[in-house]
C-alpha cells in the first residue's frame, strides 16, 4: 500500500523561529493535505497542497503563518513560521489512496513543541 | 461552518460488552470515513462507507452510514483491550476532496 513519510518526526523549538516540515508520498498524487492535531484535539485542515498552483488554506489560517510549497506531484512542505508555543502540535500530512474511495492515507506525522 | 459531533467523547467500557460510537454531521455528505488513533501514533483507516445504508465490518467493528439522517455509527461487539483507541469519523462533503474530521471518541477497554 501507499506510504508516507514525514520529517522531522519531532522537534523541539525555541519560540520566534521557523521550522519546515517534509512529506514525501511514494506514488504521485494531484492533491496533498496538511492537518494540525493539537494536543488532545481532533484533526484541524491547514490547508490543500496542489501541484503547480498555490495551495488554499482554510479559514483561520493564513500563508504568512504556514507557507506551502509543492514542487511536484510526490513532495510537499509547510513551514511554521515565527512560532509561538500555541504552535505545539502534531502536524500530518495525507494524501487520497489510490482509486475513488477518497480515503486519506497519513503520514507518521510531526510533533512540534515550542518553548 | 461544517460541524461534525461524536457522541460519546470518552468511553470506558468492559471487556466484553458491546456499545455504539455516533457521528452526527451538519451538511449533506457523499461518503464518510472511521479512523482509528493510538496514542502517539498517527491514523489509521478503519472503514470507508460509500453510500446510504452502506454496513462495513472487520472484527468486533462494525460501521453504518445513514446519508439522510446524516449519521454514522461504529459499533463495537465484545470489547477487548486492543480496542483502546481514539477513532475518528470523517465525511467527505460532495464536491470536495478534503475531509473534515470529527470530535473524536476515546475509548478505554478496561478488564
Known amino acids: 500500500s501507499a506510504v508516507i513519510s514525514q520529517k522531522p518526526s519531532r522537534d523541539i523549538c525555541q519560540r520566534g523561529t521557523s521550522l519546515t516540515i517534509q512529506c514525501q508520498v511514494d506514488?504521485?498524487?494531484?492533491?496533498m493535505f496538511w492537518y494540525r492535531q493539537q494536543p488532545g484535539q481532533s484533526l484541524t485542515l491547514i490547508a490543500t497542497?496542489?501541484?503547480?498552483?498555490?495551495?488554499?488554506?482554510e479559514s483561520g489560517f493564513v500563508i504568512d503563518k504556514f507557507p506551502i510549497s509543492r514542487p511536484n506531484l510526490t513532495f510537499s512542505t509547510l513551514t511554521v513560521s515565527n512560532m509561538s508555543p500555541e504552535d505545539s502540535s502534531i502536524y500530518l500530512c495525507?494524501?487520497?489512496?489510490?482509486?475513488?474511495?477518497?480515503?486519506?492515507?497519513f503520514g507518521e506525522g510531526s510533533r512540534l513543541t515550542v518553548l | 461552518e461544517l460541524k461534525v459531533e461524536q457522541n460519546p467523547l470518552f468511553l470506558s467500557m468492559q471487556e466484553g460488552k458491546n456499545y455504539t460510537i455516533y457521528c452526527n454531521y451538519s451538511?449533506?455528505?457523499?461518503?464518510l470515513y472511521w479512523y482509528r488513533q493510538d496514542p502517539g501514533k498517527s491514523l489509521e483507516s478503519l472503514f470507508v462507507?460509500?453510500?446510504?445504508?452502506a454496513v462495513k465490518q472487520e472484527g468486533r467493528l462494525m460501521a453504518s452510514l445513514d446519508t439522510k439522517a446524516r449519521l454514522s455509527t461504529l459499533h463495537i461487539t465484545a470489547a477487548v483491550h486492543d480496542l483502546s483507541a481514539t477513532y475518528f469519523c470523517?465525511?467527505?462533503?460532495?464536491?470536495?476532496?478534503?475531509?473534515?474530521f470529527g470530535t473524536g471518541t476515546r475509548l478505554t477497554i478496561i478488564p
Open positions: 495525507s494524501a487520497p489512496r489510490q482509486g475513488n474511495t477518497g480515503e486519506l492515507f
Open positions: 506514488s504521485q498524487v494531484t492533491m
Open positions: 497542497a496542489n501541484q503547480g498552483s498555490e495551495a488554499t488554506y
Open positions: 451538511t449533506t455528505s457523499d461518503r
Open positions: 462507507l460509500l453510500s446510504n445504508g
Open positions: 470523517a465525511p467527505r462533503y460532495a464536491g470536495n476532496e478534503k475531509l473534515t
